[in-house]
Nanobody
Framework: QVQLVESGGGLVQAGGSLRLSCAAS????????MAWFRQTPGKEREVVGA????????YYADSMKGRSTISRDNARNTVYLQMNSLRPEDTAVYYC?????????????????WGQGTQVMVSS
């Protein structure tokens, strides 16, 4: 059974930082491209960043460029999202997702496995 478990969310003041983690089990982690998405009520789930299976290529949404870093540790079956200079508009539930293959996608439907999400709240 595949499980993706996010952690690291919480309440932070604007300008602060958070590091999200996603621990994977039940899959050959190094064979999966991983991504972080986020969603707020009434809005579509949107990609935040993605990283290829090897970690040598990353993608960031324009809203997070320069403020976030996605990384992975294949030995620990974990993907991370470091977020800095957080803004109130970053408030959302953050999800990690996994898809097979060597290339990342920004499309939600291309990801097969999802975590339950972790809440990030940024106060002004």
């Amino acid at each position: 059974q595949v499980q993706l478990v996010e952690s690291g969310g919480g309440l932070v003041q604007a300008g602060g930082s958070l590091r999200l983690s996603c621990a994977a089990s039940g899959l050959s982690f190094s064979g999966y491209t991983m991504a972080w998405f986020r969603q707020t009520p009434g809005k579509e789930r949107e990609v935040v960043g993605a990283i290829t299976w090897s970690g040598d290529s990353t993608y960031y949404a324009d809203s997070m460029k320069g403020r976030s870093t996605i990384s992975r540790d294949n030995a620990r079956n974990t993907v991370y999202l470091q977020m800095n200079s957080l803004r109130p508009e970053d408030t959302a539930v953050y999800y990690c997702a996994a898809r097979t293959g060597a290339y990342f996608s920004t499309r939600r439907n291309d990801y097969r496995y999802w975590g339950q999400g972790t809440q990030v709240m940024v106060s002004s």
